[in-house]
């Protein structure tokens, strides 16, 4: 396919008259419908843009955004495809913000992409450590700039859209240097106004502040602090309905706060150099705390040798030789010899065996006392 | 002693010096259709000692190294496509043979390590769709890493069940490896012969049809047994808190197999209570799974099982 901008045939009206234009394209069509041309600053104006497939006989792709501008910001809301076989259907939805009065003109980049079913195959044929491209040829579509007419706003104004007001002031009354919390909420729909200087700078308290913001409420978390009783005055955010194109306010009344100063000759120590310890107490401590050492030492130290001790008993041989002792008879000896499952009886099991089962002929006692003889060596 | 394997195992002690006691847990488990679990260190003759009781017996013998990456289909076989003819055939595995030398059978995954162990138990393996018997005797002798080793896959307790005893190879007595040093330094260790044929296994395993057990005795064994489960009915209260699982009926029943193999080994015609102490510490050391209590204090199944046998009277 070329890139032919000949082939294009572009119909585009002035947004001034009509809010939607229509752009032929080489195998597709692209509708633009933008809310409305002639907002005030900040108010929103949402641009959609429709793009549909016309020639079904190859694989279309599309690449739509809004140029970036000081003269305004946006937020792509959302894309919705339909992506039937060789039929694709996309609809881009933008939310634009003027930022300026007069005319602007906002900009696109549109890139259609145009390849085969054999090629999207292939690209699918790859794996993890083989990748392989979809080769495709890219058609950048020079679009003209839509331009709209921005309205200024009243004089003053710092908050577009409608938008109301919530405070809390948890405390008035508070120590020297402690912070006072103060919540100031502005929800509505708008133009989120993110950078407020709700209370202006002052050499008689600190102010800490922090936004935190959702798709239609800013929160400013404030917290002044003062070394003495401050008065607030009133805040007064001044704002604008483009809807109903009328100025409002809100306020935060006026507060006074009570700053308790602590009396300082009671918690700060008027002695200059505190009084040194004498060497008497300093020698008494050192022997305490060598007592405390030898405590825990020993304490450590019994511990390793009880655990030691009982391990010993466990396999302690002297027992087995009382144990040797304590048999009454050739049963109980067989009985613990097997229990010892060490080969090195092995001799000894076979001849009990003999003289309990076999035809075998031997005392017990003089078994035993092999055993015991054998168990001293 | 029996004579045909006193004779067996004068032929194999031309090969392995010391390690009497693996040579008789492999006849015993040869002559019961039993597996045996062997635990220890490397260099202690596991793989001499069943490759020379494959060659004094002429049996089939294959080694599998158990590796982390080892697949089912490596030690089954697998079905292969044949290019030439268009067709399907089965490549059968290691596991087709007579003795089978596991080593380091932790180091696989579970499934390979349960692809073994269902082949031990039915003794049938299926590739595809096809079933094999496998041939007889199948014996495996599986090592196994000390479980303190990096690396390895601890055998589930169900699973270590199927084999009828564990046994601890500990390091050869300084006479045994002094004599091992010099052989093998002079490369004089004879070679192992073939002295018995299969048929001639298959009459020593009738002739332990015969070996008798006394009813007594049978008792004796199923109260052993039993008070790896319930020790505290037999005055095995210390047991209690000690002991987590008890041993299976499989453990009844290898430990009546094993006792009358080893009298038989013995000569005898009988079994006698030192038969079943002398091996139950190998049938049992796998099964009785001790609690974490016992584990702490350092407690290991061997003492559980000796405490056992002084507590409950010899018939």
């Not at chain 1, 955010?237 to 700053?259: A, D, M, R, T, W």
């Not at chain 2, 080793?149 to 190879?169: C, H, I, T």
Request: charged fraction near 25%; glycine fraction near 4%.
């Amino acid at each position: 396919m070329k890139n032919n901008l000949g082939n294009l045939i572009v119909k585009y009206l002035i947004f001034f008259i009509i809010l939607s234009v229509t752009i032929y394209g080489d195998g597709f069509t692209a509708n633009f419908k933008l809310s409305n041309n002639n907002p005030y600053i900040k108010e929103p104006i949402t641009l959609t843009l429709d793009i549909n497939q016309t020639d079904n006989s190859s694989v279309m792709l599309f690449k739509f955004d809004i140029k970036k501008s000081k003269n305004y910001i946006f937020n792509r809301i959302d894309i919705k495809t339909k992506d039937d076989y060789h039929n694709v259907k996309i609809t881009y939805i933008y939310k634009i913000y003027p930022l300026k009065s007069g005319n602007i003109n906002i900009n696109f980049d549109l890139l259609q992409m145009v390849t085969t079913d054999e090629k999207i195959a292939y690209s699918f044929s790859g794996d993890r450590d083989n990748i392989r491209g979809l080769n495709k040829i890219d058609i950048p579509i020079s679009l003209n700039p839509v331009t709209i007419k921005v309205k200024a706003l009243p004089k003053n104004t710092q908050i577009v859209g409608d938008f109301r007001l919530d405070y809390k002031i948890k405390k008035d009354s508070v120590k020297a240097y402690e912070p006072i919390p103060i919540d100031i909420t502005i929800k509505g729909k708008g133009y989120l106004p993110l950078d407020l200087d709700l209370i202006p700078e002052s050499a008689e308290y600190s102010i800490f502040q922090e936004v935190l913001s959702t798709q239609y409420l800013v929160n400013y978390s404030l917290a002044i602090s003062s070394k003495s009783s401050f008065e607030l005055d009133d805040i007064v955010i001044n704002g604008f309905n483009p809807k109903l194109e009328k100025s409002y306010k809100l306020i935060v009344p006026k507060h006074q706060f009570s700053v308790v100063t602590p009396n300082i000759s009671k918690i700060v120590n008027s002695i200059d150099s505190p009084k040194v310890l004498d060497t008497e107490d300093t020698y008494w401590s050192g022997i305490i705390s060598f007592i405390k050492y030898l405590f825990v030492f020993s304490i450590g130290f019994l511990t390793a040798k009880l655990i030691e001790l009982y391990r010993v008993d466990r396999i302690d041989e002297n027992s087995f030789l009382t144990e040797i002792k304590n048999t009454k008879n050739e049963k109980e000896l067989l009985k613990l010899l097997l229990a010892t499952n060490d080969i090195k009886y092995k001799e000894d099991i076979y001849l009990l065996d003999n003289l309990l089962y076999g035809d075998k002929k031997g005392s017990f006692s003089n078994m035993k006392k092999s055993l015991i003889l054998k168990e001293r060596k | 002693m029996n004579a045909k394997i006193e004779e067996l195992k004068q032929e194999l002690k031309k090969a392995i010096i010391g390690q009497d006691e693996m040579i008789e847990c492999l006849l015993i488990g040869l002559l019961t259709d039993g597996h045996i679990l062997v635990e220890g260190v490397p260099g202690l003759a596991k793989t001499k000692t069943i490759n020379a009781l494959s060659s004094s017996l002429d049996l089939d013998f294959r080694r599998v190294q158990f590796t982390p990456d080892l697949l089912p289909s490596d030690i089954i076989g697998a079905e292969i496509y044949d290019h030439q003819n268009n067709i399907f055939k089965i490549k059968k595995g290691p596991l087709f043979t007579n003795l089978l030398l596991a080593d380091e059978i932790n180091r696989a995954p579970s499934k390979v390590q349960s692809a073994l162990l269902e082949a031990m138990q039915e003794r049938q393996i299926t590739i595809g769709d096809e079933s094999f018997k496998l041939d007889t005797p199948f014996l495996v002798m599986a090592t196994q890493n000390p479980i303190e080793q990096e690396g390895v896959y601890r055998l589930p307790e169900a699973q270590l069940d199927r084999f009828m005893m564990k046994l601890v190879v500990g390091h050869n007595r300084f006479d045994d490896e002094l004599e091992i040093m010099r052989k093998a330094s002079r490369n004089s260790f004879e070679k192992v012969k073939n002295i018995m044929s299969l048929d001639n296994l298959n009459s020593l395993k009738g002739e332990l049809e015969n070996v008798h057990i006394d009813l007594e005795l049978e008792k004796y064994i199923i109260t052993l047994i039993s008070a790896t489960r319930t020790p505290e009915k037999f005055g095995l209260d210390s047991l209690k808190n000690i002991i987590a699982f008890g041993a299976s009926p499989r453990a009844s029943i290898d430990l009546h197999k094993a006792c009358r193999a080893k009298a038989f080994i013995r000569g005898n015609s009988f079994v006698t209570p030192s038969d079943i102490g002398l091996v139950i510490h190998n049938i049992l050391r796998h099964r009785v799974v001790l609690s974490y209590e016992a584990q702490a204090k350092g407690i290991t199944s061997d003492e559980v099982i000796s405490d056992i046998l002084k507590t409950i009277p010899i018939p």
